[in-house]
């Protein structure tokens, strides 16, 4: 791992540890990426991979060129209406085709899944640079990292490191919202230099364009700012449409009232102007900006609950069900459409949430946050709300908001974000098993097999984070020999578990007794055997012991 | 906070940041200890508490001698049989009094819960310093911390001051699984300083008294260890009877084996003496013991899923059963009873394993470890294990054993024991929340109510981790005046949300628009009204804006 000190900015480059950068041909000289990870047995292991070019050391980075513009090379097959047209007209397009190999599914299920609005693929005509992924229940289950910079906290260069860095580590899709002065230079960098699909929150910019206040909004503002956006690329851009005029007095008896900050400004505003929000009353408009560049509605969920008591309640699924109405409106112009989720909501009320918005939203995949199983850890927000994003996620969420240790009280750092990234990859994961995914128990139990061989690089490789596996590991046991002793140090070497276990395989292995029967029939006078195999095996080290287990 | 330093060992004392110790009296001059969290408005939340004297700065901490013999006070009380018996005989024990007041329900529901065998008061006779506490499914979750020195990694002193550690940040009992030279010694200091049940795992010692050997292993050794265990006052038992000779082959085919250590001896000794596990054989004897002192069984589950492919397999339920047929003979002894579950079980095969549980073995608590719900995150265990733990216990689990970060790859150091304990209290919370436990939101809500209206120094001392809480926050806004600030460092003043929320709740309340026929009916006409006030609220700060949210 080192930076690419040559550009304005550095950013982290280089293979993941135990990994190499592979691509998998597709025809017309495109490969799609894949983080292929070696193991010392001579086998390997693919992994779905969203680090873009930056982990390839044959990569030519240049920030301020940019990434090569992939897509651009997929004339033949460039389709300018959107990715829901070409579906439901039956046409397979390039981006359908990436997606698919990246899965592992047959093409014509990613056209069918986007046909349906189940399921969408953010990609905005004028991000060439990135490479195509779906978000859908029907595929594995998708991470966003949000970044943006701030007026002092951050410069751009930070920015680019930390969308690179948050990619690196697994996430599918990022999240600008910058603020501040350099709003629209950030998000040129940030997408110049992104290959995963870039959302924002346009109302955002267009609140500095009149100076953060909210009542100074007007359609018009807001229309020009979209269209800036489209123009530069963006693939999905979250819109607060639903918070109506008539569901903000439902907010006032809550214990957190608003805490989404579109949900607040909108609420603002409508209530400033006693009238009707111009998101929705301005909306069919908006759809046909959107449509022009295929850029994926995020419809955002501005009255999400911010604590425990809120959840589920009326406000909440008042603005759901004008999110469905919106859903429709937009497939009807052929725009793509994903839904917004909480928040913070017990684990009881988890799966009402995803039942109601399949309901309501035709099925269009669910965009959640988290949610906070419990309001009562700040600091520890990455881990109340991955036990909320992994069930909900099982229940059939799309995509899963990450949330970083800081949330609710300050802003991340570059650990955080990759813990952040890290906790929901494994949320993601987790609901990935459950959900039976084809491939997903493949990467588990290699690693569980090497776990077992006492094959310590390879599970250090096979980890969502191989840098601090071994870190840890390291700390009791640091030599290079004990990466392949056939011990660790929770037991050391003469109370380990794995190791009878191994020999219990071997003894029955070489004496038939794979079953219950066998054992009852076979094991007569062959105890004596077993012993004196095993006083073979062991060492009589006595170095180590553990506490960890029990 | 400061340590103890005129004690051999130096151990964690003091109250918690923003929390001082109090104790409810309930007659005979005996106290049940609580965190009374003082918010700045003058209310105060009292909470559950683990934490011992050594939050509470008027005890004289003396390591040498002790805590206060607690129960020994309560003679007029003193119960010579177990628990289970009196609660069957429908005798209400001091120990049911205090348990009952410590979760504030009625002690008649205490005393049920122990008599039909769903709860069980880890209580040795012998344990004198005990605060009692009750594990069953009626009262609130809670968690084991595993902490146990070895020959070369720790000292007495250190595991003595793990007890204090975990103890403070919410472990409920502790589990001392020590192995090496000084195992009687240590577990010694640890019992006579705790205010927690202990548990242990006999057979590691019992294993050390012949030389680490596994097949050399008899049951007269074993017993004379479990009564040597008894009579220093140890709580609760890990035995590992239910691993039967014709078991032991339904475990070759696994990914990964047999993995728990006591499983793995049992396994071995069964194989090298083709006989039936002397645990098994013995195991009324084994009832007569544990009964005199009042010791529960923890059934442990000696071929639970080392990973996600062995999970919910013929092996570990097969086991299982055993388990419950141990059940019902220990409850015959007039024992209690609670049984060992998983380990690594993906999301979709967890409440399985609650339903046989509970169906095999009367309802007794479980007690499970994780589960991990997915193998690919070492390092991150204590998260992917808390989201398993969290569904696990949501779905009926009564106490959960804790996973820290260095899982799978090292001994765990002060820090990782913190993480682990917060983690799991996480977890707990969330399956409290989730099983509508009476008192649960109130701690939710008081901090929710506290985030709404800035008040920094509730927050903090409302959270499961007070200190790591005000860190994170101080390191982008560290001057005192930002405590009570009316925005944060995500937003700053500007954007805030929460802030626009406020003053919506303002003004609904100013102009009785507390609905929507009430917004739709009186609103005309008040927007400028309301656009005026609130250019009067808002400053026109543009020092902070946030990354965290959308």
Redesign the interface.
């Known amino acids: 791992m080192s930076t690419a000190g040559s550009n304005p900015a550095s950013v982290t480059v280089g293979p993941i540890a135990g990994s190499t950068k592979e691509y998998i041909e597709f025809g017309d000289g495109i490969g799609v990426p894949v983080r292929r990870v070696h193991l010392t047995d001579g086998e390997h292991l693919d992994l779905y991979d969203t680090s873009g070019p930056y982990t390839d050391p044959e990569a030519d980075i240049d920030l301020r060129a940019g990434l090569p513009r992939l897509r651009e090379s997929w004339s033949a097959d460039r389709w300018d209406g959107t990715q829901l047209d070409a579906a439901r007209a039956g046409i397979i397009t390039a981006e359908m085709r990436y997606c698919a190999l990246r899965e592992g599914v047959a093409a014509e299920v990613v056209r069918e899944e986007v046909a349906a609005g189940r399921a969408v693929i953010p990609a905005n005509h004028r991000h060439l640079e990135l490479e195509p992924m779906i978000i859908g229940k029907a595929f594995a289950v998708k991470v966003n990292a949000?970044?943006?910079?701030?007026?002092?906290?951050?410069s751009i260069d930070e920015e680019v490191e930390k969308m690179v860095w948050a990619t690196r580590w697994g996430a599918d899709t990022i999240?600008d919202?910058?603020?501040?002065k350099n709003i629209h230079d950030t998000r040129e960098w940030i997408l110049r230099n992104s290959p995963v699909p870039v959302g924002t929150?346009p109302i955002y910019q267009a609140?500095e364009k009149v100076n953060?206040?909210?009542?100074a909004l007007t359609w018009e503002i807001y229309r020009d700012t979209v269209i800036e956006q489209c123009e530069q690329g963006v693939d999905y851009m979250?819109v607060h449409a639903g918070v109506l005029?008539?569901?903000?007095?439902?907010?006032?008896?809550r214990?957190?009232?608003?805490?989404?900050?579109?949900?607040?400004?909108m609420?603002?505003w409508c209530?400033?102007?006693?009238?009707e929000s111009f998101l929705y009353t301005h909306f069919e408009e908006l759809c046909e900006i959107l449509r022009r560049y295929d850029v994926t509605f995020s419809l955002?969920d501005g009255l999400r609950p911010?604590?425990?008591?809120d959840a589920n309640d009326e406000a909440q699924f008042a603005e759901l069900r004008t999110l469905g109405e919106l859903t429709r409106i937009a497939k009807s112009h052929g725009v793509q459409v994903m839904i917004?989720g909480p928040g913070?909501v017990?684990?009881?009320k988890i799966v009402e949430n995803v039942r109601l918005e399949e309901e309501l939203c035709e099925e269009a995949p669910f965009y959640t946050?988290g949610p906070l199983?419990?309001?009562?850890?700040?600091?520890?927000d990455?881990?109340?709300s991955?036990?909320g994003a992994?069930?909900i996620a099982?229940a059939g969420t799309a995509m899963l908001?990450y949330v970083?240790?800081?949330?609710?009280?300050?802003?991340?750092n570059r650990d955080d974000v990759k813990t952040g990234v890290?906790?929901y990859?494994?949320?993601a994961?987790?609901?990935d098993?459950?959900?039976?995914h084809p491939r997903a128990?493949e990467?588990?139990?290699a690693?569980?097999?090497a776990?077992?061989d006492f094959r310590w690089h390879d599970?250090?490789a096979?980890?969502?984070?191989p840098d601090?596996?071994r870190?840890?590991?390291d700390?009791?046991?640091p030599a290079e020999p004990a990466k392949s002793a056939h011990f660790?140090?929770?037991?050391?070497p003469?109370?380990c578990?794995?190791r009878?276990?191994?020999?219990?395989?071997q003894?029955?292995?070489e004496h038939g007794?794979?079953?219950?029967e066998?054992?009852?029939a076979g094991?007569?006078?062959?105890?004596a055997e077993?012993?004196e195999a095993?006083?073979r095996v062991y060492l009589?080290l006595?170095?180590?012991?553990?506490?960890?287990?029990?």
Chains 1, 2 share one sequence.
């Not at 919202?177 to 501040?180: N, Q, R």
């Not at 009878?500 to 395989?505: C, L, N, T, Y």
């Open positions: 949000n970044i943006g910079n701030s007026a002092v906290t951050s999240m919202l910058s603020t501040g929150v609140l953060g206040d909210p009542t979250t005029l008539r569901y903000v007095p439902l907010t006032a008896q214990v957190t009232g608003i805490v989404s900050r579109g949900g607040s400004i609420a603002a209530l400033a102007h006693h009238r955002g911010g604590s425990i008591a917004e913070h017990p684990m009881h946050l199983a419990t309001d009562i850890a700040p600091a520890y990455h881990i109340t991955a036990i992994a069930m099982q908001c970083t240790p800081k949330e609710h009280l300050g802003l991340p890290i906790t990859k494994i949320a994961h987790a609901a098993l459950a959900k039976q128990q990467r588990d139990d690693l569980s097999r776990r077992f599970q250090f096979l980890s969502l984070d601090t596996a870190e840890f590991h700390e009791t046991l660790c140090s929770m037991c050391g003469k109370f578990s794995m009878i276990s191994a020999d219990v395989r003894y029955a292995a007794l794979d079953s219950a066998a054992i009852e094991m007569a006078g062959k105890a077993f012993t095993r006083s009589p006595d170095s180590l012991t553990r506490t960890a287990d029990r």
